[in-house]
Structure formats: structure tokens, C-alpha cells
């Protein structure tokens, strides 16, 4: 798990106005509402007087306001208001908690959980078809309950195709392309394969029989960050599926998923319960499979597991992996599960770069190269 990402938090529709929303990613509380002008905020989800939760609190105009004794925080993290005080006192400096960068995009709201200065942050991905009129969307949330890199490595993995989905017709590697390394390409924060598959079978599958336009059979994966994954399946020149997630890691053993699932075929609405029929039968497979997996987390050593040739996309995404350690952005949860329950622990936002004074400490970091 790392700082210095985009996390998804949260449906745009599950941020509002009225209440605020309690959320938990990378082992922590956050907060998540909506102010007066309809932009969403997302702070650390502890008030820094005693420890209340602003997630159960109410939100007054542009800030939410503590439960316990009403602290309010606006979206910047700063206190406006303490009812015990004098009316208008100059408010402690202290009296601030987190706020970090938030974007909304695909009716999803995403935090950026880390301190980088704008400039410097990996970017949330950009989907070019979204919101165009040849591409369709559905969005899926689920909730699984294994540790997210396996799921990414799981998106990544080109040769379980055919015994995971076997009734799918989904495109398999034959077994010559299999017993060579995948051709990997390097992109920007991440690493990519795309290939046309040799062993897909076109018969009788869920799909097969509405298909149009000359067959493809191309298909591949790519990652942008530790969380993000991109798949294509281009099943003919004219009918792909190009499915999106972004994952948010609530723990080391559970992972909220956010499937933005596009297609540029079979646009109307009257195909989009069977489209999502498909889809979740397929993502189901493949959660039974992850959620077994033993161990839980990715082992930090390749040597723990056996991989072959058609691993190369996983053994690639490992490599990322080491650099953000490289980095010191990998957060030591061994270390973090020991100090909470006694320690208030966040993430370091942006401001913690200019200003000092925090009541809460930031997370134990695995120190970098
Ligand atoms: S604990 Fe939040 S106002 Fe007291
Ligand atoms: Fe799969």
C-alpha cells in the first residue's frame, strides 16, 4: 500500500450535502462530503480536540462539523468554529486536520492520498472515451475481499483465461505465445502488453453469437500506478469492451473495486442488464480465485513463488512496485497496526509541505533507496 496515489473514495452519488460520509482506505479513517457549491472534500475523519469522528457528524453550510463538541472543519481542514470559545477568538493553529486533492471523474470521487505538490503527482487515469457518444459505460462496485495488488496482478495475468473463464469465450494465449515472455512495454507509471491471442476459441460463447464486423481476438492489460488497471478486449474491429478499475485498498485483506466497464457495441440500453449479466459473471470467477489466494498479500520476493514466461506482465508490475518502495512511499502496516489504538494516524496531505503544527501524526513509511 502506498501514499502518493489517486484513491477512489467514493460514488459522486454517495457524497452529498447532508450527510457526511465515513470511509476507510490504506488502514484509515477519512471524511467525505459535499459543500455549499457542490464540491466534494475529503479530510482526515479525526477531529484533532478529543478524537470524534467528523463521519458521524452534520455538515453546516461549507464545513462539517464533530459530533462530540462541534468543531467545524472546512474543506481546506482548517477549524472555523469552537463553540466553547469566544465568539470569533483567533482559532488555535493547531486546530487543522488533513484535506487532501480531489477529483471527480466518472461519477467517482478520488482523493489523492499523499503530500506531492500538484506537479508532481502521478496522474489519475484518463479515460479519452468517457462521456463520448460511440462508448457506453456501466459502473460496478465491488467489494473484495482480498488484498488489492492480487487483484491487480489478477487483471494483469493474460493466462488464466481459460481456466477461470473458461464458459466466457474469453481470449486465451496459445501455448506458444505462453512459453515466451510477454512483450511488455514500459509506459508512463506503469507497464502494458497488448497482443493479439492465438488460442481463442469463437464458439458458443455468451457473446459469440451477436458479434459484427472481422474478427480481432486482440486483448491486453496495462497498469498506471499500483491501483489502477486497463483492460481491452477487442473482440472484432468494431466491438471491444475496454474495462477500467480503480482499486482502493481498505486494508491488506479487503478492496473496494471501481469497475467503469465501456463498450462501443450493442449501445442501447435494452442490451445493458445482459452486458452486466456478462461482466459480473466474469468478475466473480475471478474474485473466488483471488479471494484463496495464499499468501494474502504479494510476496516481496519472486523466489516465494514459481513464475514462467507467461508471468512477465506480473513479474513487470513487481518491478513498479519496488520503485515506489525506492520512493518511500510504501506504507509499513506492520509498524501502523501497532501504533493504532493508541495513536491518531493519518496520511500527510499537501499542506503538511508549508505549514507545521499537526496534532496528528502521519504514517510509518517503509524508508525509501
Ligand atoms: S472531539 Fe471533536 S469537537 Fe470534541
Ligand atoms: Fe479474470
Not at 461549507?62 to 466553547?84: L, M
Not at 471491444?240 to 466497464?261: G, N, R
Not at 466474469?282 to 513463488?305: C, Y
Request: charged residues 20%; negative net charge.
Amino acid at each position: 500500500m502506498y501514499i502518493n496515489f489517486w484513491y477512489p473514495v467514493a460514488l459522486s452519488s454517495e457524497v452529498t450535502a447532508e450527510k457526511p460520509l465515513r470511509v476507510k482506505l490504506l488502514c484509515l479513517p477519512f471524511v467525505a462530503f459535499r459543500d455549499a457549491a457542490g464540491q466534494a472534500h475529503v479530510l482526515t475523519d479525526t477531529c484533532v480536540h478529543r478524537g470524534g469522528s467528523l463521519g458521524l457528524g452534520k455538515i453546516h453550510g461549507n464545513a462539517v462539523a464533530c459530533p462530540y463538541h462541534g468543531w467545524q472543519f472546512g474543506g481546506d481542514g482548517r477549524c472555523v468554529k469552537i463553540p466553547s470559545l469566544a465568539a470569533e477568538p483567533k482559532l488555535p493553529a493547531r486546530a487543522k486536520v488533513d484535506s487532501y486533492p480531489v477529483q471527480e471523474k466518472y461519477g467517482i470521487v478520488f482523493a489523492f492520498l499523499g503530500d506531492l505538490p500538484e506537479e508532481e503527482r502521478p496522474p489519475l487515469y484518463d479515460i479519452e472515451e468517457f462521456g463520448t457518444p460511440e462508448w457506453k459505460a456501466q459502473t460496478f462496485v465491488l467489494d473484495l475481499n482480498a488484498y488489492y495488488e492480487r487483484s491487480i496482478e489478477n487483471g494483469l495475468d493474460p493466462i488464466h483465461n481459460e481456466f477461470v473463464h473458461q464458459a466466457q469465450g474469453q481470449p486465451s494465449l496459445s501455448p506458444e505465445q505462453q512459453r515466451v515472455p510477454l512483450p511488455i512495454e514500459q509506459i508512463p507509471w506503469g507497464s502494458k502488453h497488448y497482443m493479439t491471442f492465438g488460442g481463442s476459441k469463437d464458439e458458443n460463447t455468451a457473446l459469440s453469437s451477436v458479434k459484427t464486423g472481422p474478427r480481432v481476438g486482440a486483448a491486453g492489460s496495462w497498469h498506471q500506478g499500483p491501483n489502477q488497471l486497463v483492460t481491452y478486449i477487442d473482440l472484432t474491429a468494431t466491438n471491444s469492451f475496454h474495462q477500467y478499475m480503480f482499486e482502493a485498498p481498505i486494508d491488506e485483506a479487503h478492496t473496494k473495486v471501481y469497475l467503469v466497464s465501456m463498450r462501443n457495441w450493442l449501445l442501447q440500453d435494452m442490451h445493458d442488464a445482459r452486458m452486466a449479466e456478462v461482466t459480473m459473471r466474469v468478475v466473480n470467477e475471478d474474485m473466488v480465485v483471488v479471494q484463496n489466494l495464499n499468501p494474502v498479500r504479494t510476496p516481496d520476493s519472486n523466489t516465494k513463488e514459481l513464475l514462467v514466461p507467461g508471468d512477465t506482465a506480473i513479474a513487470a508490475y513487481r518491478e513498479w512496485l519496488k520503485k515506489w518502495d525506492a520512493k518511500g512511499w510504501k506504507i509499513d502496516v506492520k509498524a501502523l497496526n501497532a501504533r493504532l489504538g493508541d495513536y491518531a494516524i493519518t496520511i500527510p496531505s499537501p499542506a503538511r509541505r508549508t505549514s507545521d503544527n499537526w496534532v496528528t501524526e502521519t504514517v510509518p513509511l517503509v524508508p525509501g533507496a
